[in-house]
């Protein structure tokens, strides 16, 4: 699943975190350099702008 919606901004900065926590630390435990360069390209995980709702929107 791509999309995430957080209720504040304290909960998206936490959530990216979270997302750079996988990506450093649990990822590469599971896949290859290339593989996780390749989930960046296709931006698993990713938080894009237009995808975050917050209650203040």
Do not use: C, G, W
Request: charged residues 25%.
């Amino acid at each position: 699943m791509k999309t995430v919606y957080a209720a504040t901004k304290e909960q998206e900065e936490y959530i990216n975190y979270l997302v750079n926590y996988f990506y450093t630390n649990i990822f590469p435990y599971y896949f290859t350099d290339e593989q996780i360069h390749e989930f960046e390209k296709l931006q698993v995980l990713s938080l894009q702008e237009k995808r975050v709702n917050t209650m203040e929107q």
